[in-house]
């Protein structure tokens, strides 16, 4: 998501759509943090600066595999299409039993879906593991590629924000204001994957 706080002013008309957003995502790598203003430059070079709460959940980021996924575990997987149609993994992660299931458009890609699904099977196919996940109100398979991302939150702090790290931060904007909502940061060399 490109967005950027530092010239503002030189940025003018260009950055009203984003903003008229009411969550946003960023991902880069943390360039300053003083416990009160997070500076990140995102992927595509851009400074942002946001405002992080003294209660700011801040997640960890561990390995995670295909190896660990059962039957029953609820996964967080953005998807996009083929062109023959299927459906292919880019990012796939646990998340939380109490998370809600169901569909939406993400960004991590463009024309990306997220969907958080119960796994109801692991099967083998000719382009690779295949996943069907259950989200409540249907069913979906998903083929995950060797260059699927994976990883899983893991406990976390304020202080795990280090300049160098990378991290993917959601956020609300109050005006040209960047609200930091949650965090996830690299550890031991291991990067947010979402």
Aim: glycine share 8%; charged share 20%; aromatic share 4%.
């Amino acid at each position: 998501m490109k967005v950027i706080l530092t010239a503002f002013a030189l940025m003018g008309a260009s950055l009203s759509p984003v903003l008229a957003q009411q969550a946003l995502n960023i991902r880069g790598t943390i360039q300053s943090f003083d416990g009160k203003l997070l500076g990140v430059e995102t992927f595509d070079g851009r400074k942002v600066s946001i405002d992080v709460p003294a209660d700011l959940r801040v997640t960890t980021t561990k390995p995670f595999s295909l190896s660990e996924v059962k039957p029953g575990m609820k996964l967080g997987v953005t998807t996009v299409k083929a062109p023959d149609g299927s459906t292919i993994a880019i990012d796939v992660r646990p998340i939380s039993a109490t998370a809600s299931e169901g569909l939406s458009p993400y960004d991590l890609k463009p024309d990306s879906v997220m969907t958080n699904g119960i796994v109801e099977a692991t099967v083998s196919s000719t382009k690779g593991p295949e996943l069907t996940l259950n989200y409540k109100t249907g069913t979906v398979k998903v083929i995950v590629p060797p260059e699927a991302t994976l990883s899983q939150p893991g406990p976390g702090a304020l202080s795990d924000l280090k300049v160098g790290e990378t991290i993917f931060v959601a956020v609300t904007h109050d005006g040209p204001k960047l609200n930091a909502v949650r965090a996830q940061v690299s550890k031991d060399g291991v990067k947010p994957t979402q």
